[in-house]
């Protein structure tokens, strides 16, 4: 079964400053992954998406995320934080069980808090 | 993009009634939609998985009487928590997987449920 560890519980930033947002995951294949973004009391909007092809991805509102196989990573930047930018963030792998069915397994979320 | 609606965005009820939540695709077809849970300051924990015009999947400790899951068209699935108590009360969120499109899933905006 896939797995899915973000280290962050809670990172703290500058307005303006750089982030990244840490994701590793545990799968025997390449997995669907994903960034999604919450806002206290809402539902998840996806961020961005890797199935496969170029490794560094575009997103949604500035961000970005870089697929490394060697490292099982997918890490979240963006170059420039805005304070609209604080919110809950989720890293997602999306896998096909051996029954057949699909599945999305999150992380446990990082919290980011943005310093005016 | 996809959306997904989810009804009603905040529910209070009295312990021993049965609350109904539905969770529609509005602008496609969702052959699979999928219900969580989220405990404050925790991450998505799935309950359930429901294919269209089958019986839900239900993850390993849900109790599937508790929270009946229907799923009776491509638009529509419903999460009944019967006889709530208040250890029910929780932030409830559907998904949806839409047909023809077997990875990424767009989500509701969550039901927040308070049981007195």
């Known amino acids: 079964a896939q797995s899915v560890t973000q280290p962050d519980i809670h990172i703290t930033v500058s307005e303006g400053a750089s982030l990244e947002l840490r994701c590793n995951y545990s799968?025997?294949?390449?997995?669907?992954l994903f960034w999604y973004v919450q806002s206290p009391g809402q539902g998840l909007q996806l961020l961005l998406k890797y199935f496969s092809g170029d490794t560094l991805v575009q997103g949604i509102k500035g961000f970005e995320a870089e697929f490394k196989r060697s490292q099982s990573s997918f890490n979240l930047r963006k170059p420039s934080v805005h304070w609209s930018d604080a919110a809950e963030y989720f890293c997602a792998v999306g896998a096909y069980s051996g029954a057949g069915s699909y599945q999305l397994t999150f992380g446990k979320g990082t919290k980011l808090s943005v310093i005016p | 993009g996809a959306v997904v609606s989810q009804h009603p965005s905040r529910v209070i009820c009295k312990s021993g009634t049965s609350v109904k939540i539905e969770c529609r695709s509005l602008?496609?077809?969702?052959?699979?939609m999928f219900w969580y849970r989220q405990f404050p300051k925790q991450s998505l924990m799935l309950m359930a998985t429901s294919n269209e015009g089958s019986k839900a999947t239900y993850e390993q400790g849900v109790e599937k009487d508790k929270f009946l899951i229907n799923h009776a068209s491509l638009t529509l699935s419903t999460l009944t928590v019967t006889s709530a108590h208040p250890e029910d009360s929780s932030f409830y969120i559907c998904?949806?997987?839409?047909?023809?499109?077997?990875?990424?899933?767009?989500f509701g905006q969550g039901t927040r449920l308070t049981v007195v």
């Open positions: 998904s949806a997987r839409a047909l023809g499109d077997g990875h990424e899933a767009f």
């Open positions: 602008d496609f077809q969702a052959t699979t």
């Open positions: 799968y025997g294949a390449t997995p669907y």
